[in-house]
């Protein structure tokens, strides 16, 4: 059983930034795909920011330029640095993981960006 623990949520400013980390545990294998989904209040959840085993990258055109997705070289945790926050990422930010075709989700961070 893989679980996921996020931190590095809060309140921002618009224009400043946050990181959010993700940790995965239960796994002794390298997980295939880890990344970030949002949920604001009112709409469906949606992907922000994937990355594979191999490092490759993938990101919602909303976000593209402004926030970053990263992992460890050989674990299992992923980071996501948000820059030039703007009022609309408010969210509840969720790390995923798959592995072996199961897909496993945290208990999610609330960001929130003042105008």
């Known amino acids: 059983q893989v679980r996921l623990v996020e931190s590095g949520g809060g309140l921002v400013q618009a224009g400043g930034s946050l990181r959010l980390s993700c940790a995965a545990s239960?796994?002794?294998?390298?997980?295939?795909?880890m990344g970030w989904y949002r949920q604001a209040p009112g709409k469906q959840r949606e992907l922000v920011a994937t990355i594979t085993s191999g490092l490759s990258t993938n990101y919602a055109d909303s976000v593209k330029g402004r926030f970053t997705i990263s992992r460890e070289n050989f674990g299992n945790t992923v980071y996501l640095q948000m820059n030039s926050l703007k009022p609309e990422d408010t969210a509840v930010y969720y790390c995923?993981?798959?592995?072996?075709?199961?897909?496993?989700w945290g208990q999610g961070t609330q960001v929130t960006v003042s105008s």
């Open positions: 239960g796994s002794n294998f390298r997980l295939d795909f």
């Open positions: 995923n993981a798959i592995l072996l075709a199961k897909n496993y």
